[in-house]
């Protein structure tokens, strides 16, 4: 259990990922609502955009980087008792793997949010054959 309390700040850190949820909730709760087109909605969407982009690619990449510069130390330098080899392999590929999701998620998110500043008449002449 030494370990344990050093890798506290890295499962708190991660938590804040989860920010962004009540945006996501709110959001579907204001589509079931019938309010997909308010103001509500729109404003809603951008602070979801803004806070999953900072909380996630962001702060994710960032406490990522430095979970794998923690636990590169105790890979290089096993103390007794400490985390094993084998745990921490797990969790680095746990977290490349929830980093690629989000930002593939991002991606998604950003690609409709850039939908709502393309004018409609290019979106028109964008399906046109000419």
Do not use: M
Not at 32 to 37: F, L, R, Y
């Amino acid at each position: 259990t030494r370990y344990l309390a050093a890798a506290l700040h890295a499962g708190a850190g991660f938590l804040l990922w989860e920010l962004s949820t009540p945006f996501v909730h709110f959001r579907w709760f204001l589509l079931k609502a019938g309010a997909g087109k308010s103001r509500l909605y729109l404003v809603n969407g951008l602070a979801l955009v803004v806070v999953f982009f900072a909380c996630r690619p962001v702060w994710g990449t960032w406490l990522s980087y430095k979970f794998f510069v923690d636990t590169d130390v105790e890979l290089r330098h096993p103390r007794p008792h400490g985390f094993p080899a084998s745990g921490i392999w797990g969790y680095r590929i746990a977290n490349v793997s929830l980093n690629l999701l989000n930002y593939y998620w991002f991606s998604k998110i950003a690609g409709k949010a850039a939908q709502l500043f393309v004018p409609r008449k290019v979106k028109a002449r964008a399906g046109k054959i000419c």
